[in-house]
């Protein structure tokens, strides 16, 4: 496989700073330029971030200068770690200049010409690229919100072999989820927060079009009732989703814990480097799966299931967790670039 030049924009925040430590050793994208804001004009990467990841920074990044603008920026691939609200243009302009950019920002996500993709749900949706039509090939392709990544990552064993109609979550997401600094400690610590701006309507207009169709260069969104509550708990890393699922089929508890026990999507297929080699993971334990127990698993690309249990308003409930800024981030974004490579698309 060719190796491609990447960058990372935003580089210094929560998901900027876990693009770094991913591509350290990355097979294919070797990580060339960092942007990040204004604030560090002239600085080396090592002294404009405030490493917060358990490894140590790595060595040949330390020393990358910080760039402040994406003018005459070279990289073939963009992972796009920027705030909602400034990254659309930037992340268009660098399309419209030949780069592929992989975003993790909200204000594209919806764009009619923009794939929204989980690259073990909807790969397919990758081809809505072509739509783009930029010269040199450039594109964006969006992740989603992450809480409404892994809830659709965990509802797809059951979505493919049951059909899905309906879904409730409660989300309980933690402190990493708000970026760099966040939440500040005296409203967060011994308490929780039941609103997040902007969040339950994100998750109620993503999981659909996750799941939904694509036909001659457009999606049409499942139609999947979904409503979300959203809020945020002391937890550094990892959320956690309560769900109850109302499905087409009547299968029994066994079907759906083999539902989730077997399902493999494209990446495991394709045995791209990012992908975890079981992406959702069945926990029998009564008590999992959990935030700080289960966040890692697949190397924080895994999402862990478990409480598979009758619900008496939709069928079925289950509770889930995963890593917010791998999975629901920058790991899920690195995948997605991987399958945009091994299509042809880069
Ligand atoms: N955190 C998560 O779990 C998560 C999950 C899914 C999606 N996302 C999305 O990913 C993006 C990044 O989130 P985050 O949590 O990493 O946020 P963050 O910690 O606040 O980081 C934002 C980054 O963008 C830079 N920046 C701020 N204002 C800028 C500007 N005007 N122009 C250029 N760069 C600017 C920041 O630089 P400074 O350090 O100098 O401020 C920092 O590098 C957001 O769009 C967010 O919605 C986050």
């Not at 039509?133 to 809830?151: E, K, P, Y």
């Not at 989730?260 to 992406?279: H, I």
């Amino acid at each position: 496989m060719k190796t491609y030049d990447a960058a990372v924009l935003g580089a210094t925040g929560a998901v900027g700073q876990k693009f770094v430590q991913l591509l350290e050793d990355h097979p294919w994208f070797r990580l060339t330029e960092v942007v990040g804001s204004d604030r560090h004009a002239g600085e080396a990467y090592g002294d404009a971030v405030r490493w917060a990841e358990g490894s140590p920074l790595p060595d040949g990044i330390r020393d990358l200068p910080l760039r402040t603008d994406v003018d005459g920026l070279d990289a073939e691939v963009v992972f796009s770690a920027l705030p909602g609200g400034k990254a659309g243009p930037v992340e268009r302009a660098l399309a419209a200049r030949g780069h592929r950019v992989f975003t993790n920002a909200r204000d594209l996500r919806m764009e009619p010409d923009v794939p929204l993709v989980i690259a073990e749900v909807n790969p397919d949706h990758l081809a809505l690229v072509e739509a783009q039509g930029h010269a040199g090939d450039g594109f964006v392709v969006a992740n989603g919100n992450c809480t409404a990544i892994l809830l659709s990552l965990a509802l797809k064993p059951l979505a493919d072999r049951f059909g899905l109609e309906a879904c409730h979550v409660v989300s309980m997401q933690a402190l990493s989820g708000a970026g760099y600094p966040g939440v500040p400690g005296l409203d967060i610590v011994d308490n929780v927060l039941p609103f997040i701006p902007e969040e339950e309507t994100k998750v109620v207009a993503e999981v659909p079009r996750f799941f939904g169709t694509i036909d001659r260069g457009r999606v049409t969104p499942a139609p999947i009732a979904v409503s979300a509550t959203c809020t945020r708990v002391p937890v550094l890393e990892g959320h956690m989703l309560a769900v109850s699922a109302g499905l087409r089929a009547t299968p029994s508890r066994e079907e759906i814990c083999e539902a989730f026990r077997s399902f493999r999507g494209e990446p495991q297929r394709l045995r791209l480097p990012s992908a975890p080699q079981t992406p959702v993971v069945l926990r029998e334990e009564e008590d999992r799966p959990q935030p700080r127990r289960d966040r890692d698993a697949g190397g924080g690309m895994s999402v862990s299931v478990g409480r598979v249990r009758p619900d008496p308003l939709l069928g079925w409930s289950f509770v889930a967790a995963g890593s917010n800024t791998i999975r629901g981030a920058a790991g899920g974004s690195i995948l997605n670039a991987e399958l945009a490579a091994v299509r042809g698309f880069l």
